[in-house]
C-alpha cells in the first residue's frame, strides 16, 4: 500500500482549485456590472439549463458522507446502502412530476415561504430555525470534518485542520458568488469527482484482481469480491433471528430489509429532494421543462454513483478480510481512504481533488442555503421589511460566512462525535428526525385541501417528537416487541429499533394526528393551493428520461435482490 504524495499529485490538487477559482471569477465577472437582485443572487433566476440544474443537484448531494460515509457503510454492509441513491433516482421522479409544478405555478422560492403561503407564519419560522440548524450542525459540520479527516489521512495525518480551514475558505469563496457561481462551478466539480472517482474504483477493483492473483483485469476484480464476499452483494437483509450474531444486527439496524423500503426509504428521500432548499433551490429559478429535466438527469447519474462511491468500500472490505489492509483496523470510516492509498502517485492526486471537489460543492451549496432561508425568510420578514435587493444579497454573505464558521467551530474537535457515530449513518439518523414530520406536511399541504395550520404544527412537532420517541424510549417504555416494530440488541447493552423504520412509525403516526386536527376545518381551507391536473403532464423528452430511470432500477434489482 502506497502512501503520501508527490509533486505530481500536488500540482494535480492545486490546478483543481486554481481551476475551479478562476472558473467561478469569471462567471461572476460576466454578470459584474448588472444588476443583481436578490432572486437572482439565491436563486439565479432563470440562468440555470438543465444541465446545471441536474449537474449542481449531485455535486452538492455527493459529498464526504457518500465518499467517506457511504463507502464505509458499503465496507460494512455492501451493496444494499446503494438503496439511498437508487430509491433516490425514484424519488426525483415525483419530486419533478407532482412536486416541481406546485412550487413553480405559485412562485416558491424557499420551503418556509411555502409553509407560510400554504399554513402560516409560525409554522414557517419553526421549520426555518430548524432547517438552519440542521444544515449547520449536522450536514456543514460532518461534511466538514469526514472530508477533511479523508484527505489529512492520505497526506500524512498533520494537517486535519489546515484542511478544514481550507474547505470552509474555498465553499465561501464560491457561494458568496450567489447561485449562480454555485450552479455552474458545481458543473465542473460533478465532472471531476466522477472522473477521480471511477478512477479511483477502477484501480481498487485492479488491485483486487491483483491481490487475489488473477492479474490486473478490472471485470476479474469485481467477480473477486462477488466471490469472496457474497454476502456484501444482496439487496435485501432478512429479519434476524434469535441465532444471528450481533454483527450482522448491527448491519440490519442500518439497512432493514424489505420494511426500509415500505417506510423510512421513501420519507428520506422524498423529504430530501422535494422539501430541502439545499436540493430544490436549484430548480426553482427555471421554468417547468427545464428543471424537470435537470431533475431527471439527475436521476440518471445518482444511479451510477454507487460505482464510484460504494464499490471502493466494498474492495477494502475484502482487501482487509484477506490480509492487504492491516493498518485498516476495521474502522469503516478509513475505507475509502485505505483505498486511495493504493492509486498510483498523480491519480491519487486526482482522487484527492474529486474528493475536494464533492466537498466543496457540497459546502457552498450549504451555505448558500443557510443564506437564503435566513434572509429571505428571517431576515426579510422579523428585522427589515424593507430591506433592498443589495441590503439582502449583503446579508446573505454574511450569513454565508457566519454559518461556516460556527461549523468550523464544531468540527475542530469533534465535539458533535461524528467520527464515532459513523458518519454516512450519523447524517441519515440526525436528518431523519425532523424528515417524517416535515415531509407528511408538505404531502397534506399540496394535496389535501382540508389541512389547516394547526395540523401544520402539530406534524412538524409531533414528527420530531415521535422520531426521537421511537429511536431512543420506545423499547424501553413499550416492551422489545409489538405489533407494530421489532427492537434489537444493539451490542452497547440496549435495544433499538432500526432508525428507517423508526422514521416510517413517526410519519405514519403524524399524519393520523394530522388528519385528527384537520378534521373540524372546513373540507377546503382557503390558503389551498389551486391544482391543475394539465400541470401534471410530462413532456416526451422527461418521459423517456423516466423510462430509463426505471429500467436501471430494475434491472439492478432483478440482478441483485
Given at each position: 500500500m502506497k502512501s503520501g504524495l508527490i509533486h505530481i499529485d500536488y500540482i494535480i490538487i492545486v490546478a483543481y482549485f486554481l481551476l475551479i477559482t478562476f472558473y467561478g471569477l469569471w462567471i461572476y465577472r460576466k454578470r459584474k456590472n448588472k444588476d443583481l437582485s436578490s432572486h437572482d443572487y439565491f436563486l439565479a433566476e432563470g440562468s440555470l439549463t438543465w444541465w446545471a440544474i441536474g449537474a449542481s443537484i449531485i455535486a452538492s448531494n455527493i459529498s464526504a458522507e457518500q465518499f467517506i460515509g457511504m463507502s464505509g457503510d458499503g465496507f460494512f454492509v455492501g451493496i444494499a446502502v446503494g438503496v439511498y441513491e437508487w430509491v433516490g433516482a425514484l424519488g426525483l421522479i415525483i419530486i419533478a412530476v407532482w412536486f416541481l409544478p406546485i412550487y413553480l405555478k405559485n412562485k416558491i422560492f424557499t420551503m418556509p415561504q411555502f409553509l407560510k403561503r400554504r399554513f402560516n407564519?409560525?409554522?414557517?419560522?419553526?421549520?426555518?430555525?430548524?432547517?438552519?440548524?440542521?444544515?449547520?450542525?449536522?450536514?456543514?459540520?460532518?461534511?466538514?470534518?469526514?472530508?477533511?479527516?479523508?484527505?489529512?489521512?492520505?497526506?500524512?495525518?498533520?494537517?486535519?485542520?489546515?484542511?478544514?480551514?481550507?474547505?470552509?475558505?474555498?465553499?465561501?469563496?464560491?457561494?458568496?458568488?450567489?447561485?449562480?457561481?454555485?450552479?455552474?462551478?458545481?458543473?465542473?466539480?460533478?465532472?471531476?469527482?466522477?472522473?477521480?472517482?471511477?478512477?479511483?474504483?477502477?484501480?481498487?477493483?485492479?488491485?483486487?484482481?491483483?491481490?487475489?492473483?488473477?492479474?490486473?483485469?478490472?471485470?476479474?476484480?469485481?467477480?473477486?469480491?462477488?466471490?469472496?464476499?457474497?454476502?456484501?452483494?444482496?439487496?435485501?437483509?432478512?429479519?434476524?433471528?434469535?441465532?444471528?450474531?450481533?454483527?450482522?444486527?448491527?448491519?440490519?439496524?442500518?439497512?432493514?430489509?424489505?420494511?426500509?423500503?415500505?417506510?423510512?426509504?421513501?420519507?428520506?428521500?422524498?423529504?430530501?429532494?422535494?422539501?430541502?432548499?439545499?436540493?430544490?433551490?436549484?430548480?426553482?429559478?427555471?421554468?417547468?421543462?427545464?428543471?424537470?429535466?435537470?431533475?431527471?438527469?439527475?436521476?440518471?447519474?445518482?444511479?451510477?454513483?454507487?460505482?464510484?462511491?460504494?464499490?471502493?468500500?466494498?474492495?477494502?472490505?475484502?482487501?482487509?478480510?484477506?490480509?492487504?489492509?492491516?493498518?485498516?483496523?476495521?474502522?469503516?470510516?478509513?475505507?475509502?481512504?485505505?483505498?486511495?492509498?493504493?492509486?498510483?502517485?498523480?491519480?491519487?492526486?486526482?482522487?484527492?481533488?474529486?474528493?475536494?471537489?464533492?466537498?466543496?460543492?457540497?459546502?457552498?451549496?450549504?451555505?448558500?442555503?443557510?443564506?437564503?432561508?435566513?434572509?429571505?425568510?428571517?431576515?426579510?420578514?422579523?428585522?427589515?421589511?424593507?430591506?433592498?435587493?443589495?441590503?439582502?444579497?449583503?446579508?446573505?454573505?454574511?450569513?454565508?460566512?457566519?454559518?461556516?464558521?460556527?461549523?468550523?467551530?464544531?468540527?475542530?474537535?469533534?465535539?458533535?462525535?461524528?467520527?464515532?457515530?459513523?458518519?454516512?449513518?450519523?447524517?441519515?439518523?440526525?436528518?431523519?428526525?425532523?424528515?417524517?414530520?416535515v415531509l407528511a406536511v408538505f404531502l397534506l399541504g399540496m394535496f389535501w385541501k382540508r389541512t389547516n395550520g394547526l395540523a401544520s404544527i402539530v406534524g412538524i412537532v409531533g414528527g420530531f417528537v415521535l422520531c426521537v420517541f421511537f429511536n431512543e424510549f420506545a423499547p424501553a417504555m413499550l416492551g422489545n416487541n409489538t405489533w407494530f416494530y421489532t427492537a434489537y440488541p444493539n451490542g452497547h447493552g440496549g435495544y433499538e429499533i432500526p432508525f428507517l423504520i423508526c422514521m416510517g412509525l413517526a410519519f405514519g403516526f403524524t399524519v393520523v394526528l394530522m388528519v385528527i386536527c384537520s378534521m373540524f376545518s372546513p373540507k377546503v381551507n382557503p390558503k389551498a393551493f389551486v391544482i391543475d391536473r394539465k400541470m401534471y403532464k410530462v413532456e416526451p423528452s422527461v418521459l423517456v428520461l423516466i423510462v430509463v430511470i426505471m429500467m436501471l432500477f430494475a434491472a439492478l434489482y432483478a440482478k441483485f435482490w
Open positions: 407564519g409560525t409554522v414557517a419560522l419553526i421549520m426555518a430555525i430548524f432547517w438552519l440548524m440542521l444544515y449547520v450542525f449536522v450536514n456543514i459540520t460532518s461534511i466538514l470534518y469526514l472530508g477533511a479527516l479523508a484527505v489529512n489521512t492520505l497526506v500524512g495525518g498533520q494537517s486535519l485542520h489546515l484542511i478544514m480551514v481550507i474547505f470552509a475558505i474555498c465553499s465561501v469563496l464560491i457561494a458568496l458568488g450567489g447561485m449562480k457561481v454555485i450552479g455552474y462551478t458545481d458543473a465542473i466539480q460533478v465532472a471531476m469527482l466522477l472522473i477521480g472517482g471511477l478512477a479511483t474504483t477502477y484501480f481498487a477493483l485492479q488491485v483486487v484482481s491483483e491481490k487475489f492473483g488473477l492479474g490486473k483485469d478490472v471485470f476479474a476484480g469485481f467477480k473477486a469480491m462477488m466471490d469472496a464476499a457474497p454476502q456484501h452483494f444482496h439487496l435485501i437483509y432478512s429479519k434476524p433471528t434469535a441465532s444471528s450474531s450481533q454483527h450482522y444486527i448491527d448491519q440490519y439496524l442500518i439497512v432493514p430489509g424489505i420494511l426500509m423500503y415500505i417506510a423510512g426509504q421513501w420519507i428520506v428521500n422524498l423529504e430530501y429532494f422535494g422539501t430541502n432548499q439545499y436540493i430544490t433551490q436549484r430548480a426553482l429559478g427555471a421554468n417547468l421543462k427545464t428543471a424537470r429535466t435537470g431533475l431527471m438527469f439527475a436521476g440518471i447519474l445518482k444511479m451510477f454513483t454507487p460505482i464510484v462511491v460504494m464499490l471502493p468500500g466494498i474492495a477494502a472490505y475484502v482487501l482487509y478480510q484477506k490480509g492487504f489492509l492491516p493498518d485498516l483496523g476495521g474502522h469503516k470510516d478509513h475505507a475509502y481512504s485505505a483505498v486511495l492509498g493504493f492509486l498510483p502517485n498523480g491519480l491519487k492526486g486526482l482522487s484527492i481533488a474529486a474528493l475536494s471537489a464533492a466537498i466543496i460543492a457540497s459546502l457552498a451549496g450549504k451555505a448558500n442555503s443557510i443564506s437564503t432561508i435566513y434572509t429571505l425568510d428571517i431576515y426579510k420578514n422579523y428585522f427589515h421589511k424593507e430591506a433592498t435587493d443589495k441590503k439582502m444579497v449583503w446579508i446573505g454573505r454574511i450569513a454565508v460566512v457566519i454559518s461556516m464558521a460556527i461549523g468550523l467551530f464544531f468540527t475542530w474537535d469533534d465535539i458533535l462525535g461524528i467520527g464515532g457515530a459513523g458518519g454516512f449513518t450519523f447524517i441519515q439518523k440526525y436528518t431523519g428526525f425532523i424528515s417524517p414530520g
